[in-house]
């Protein structure tokens, strides 16, 4: 199943703040799936893959894993589940991680896409984000500037990210 159908709750806080111990409640009471990040960079660091002294060493360290190996952790662990109210515990932790989750799901989105577009391929796909960081993404961020921007939350389906759009124009 999709990444884009299924509900993603980010459980945050500092080291020992409880997060573990919140989600396991949740999961009772709600149904939830709880995925901690920690918990499965832990797992990765056992299992004898050619990464997992890398993963190893930053934990013991308290560094961040690199997004790529978390991010695909969690999305196969996301993937592997016909449950759609997910718990993520301990992710993300910097802006990295961060993007490269939002990367993950507009990735699904185009390889997704039908119609069989020349550029809709994992290749070109990170080549347009790219150039969407470095170069497109200074033109929002001038009008923005000049406060003539409006933002909207796009991880949700259509019709609900639809009903913000037109009170925009509404307002016009
Ligand atoms: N406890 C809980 N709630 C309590 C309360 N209200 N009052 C009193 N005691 C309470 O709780 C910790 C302890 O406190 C438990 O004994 C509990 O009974 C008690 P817990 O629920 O386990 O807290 P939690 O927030 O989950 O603490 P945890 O140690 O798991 O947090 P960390 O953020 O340090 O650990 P995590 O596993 O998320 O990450 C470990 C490492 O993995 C990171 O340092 C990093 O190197 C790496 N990592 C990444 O690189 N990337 C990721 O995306 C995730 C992790
Ligand atoms: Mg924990």
Do not use: W
Not at 35 to 52: E, F
Not at 108 to 128: A, F, M, P, V, Y
């Amino acid at each position: 199943k999709s990444l884009a159908t299924k509900k993603i709750v980010f459980v945050l806080g500092g080291p020992g703040s409880g997060k573990g111990t919140q989600s396991g409640k949740l999961v009772k009471e709600f149904g939830a799936v709880h995925l901690s990040a920690g918990d499965l960079l832990r797992a990765h660091m056992k299992s004898g893959t050619p990464d997992g002294q890398m993963v190893a060493d930053m934990i013991a360290n308290g560094r961040i894993v690199p997004s790529h190996v978390t991010v695909t952790l969690l999305k196969d662990a996301m993937e592997a589940s016909d449950k759609s109210l997910f718990l993520i515990d301990g992710f993300p932790r910097n802006e990295e991680n961060r993007a490269a989750f939002e990367k993950q799901v507009m990735m699904e989105r185009l390889l997704g896409r039908q119609e069989g577009r020349t550029d809709d391929n994992i290749e070109t796909i990170h080549k347009r984000f790219k150039v969407f960081t470095e170069q497109s993404l200074p033109v929002v961020e001038h009008y923005e500037a000049l406060s003539k921007v409006a933002r909207i939350d796009a991880h949700r389906d259509p019709e609900e990210v639809y009903r913000e759009v037109r009170r925009l124009f509404e307002e016009l």
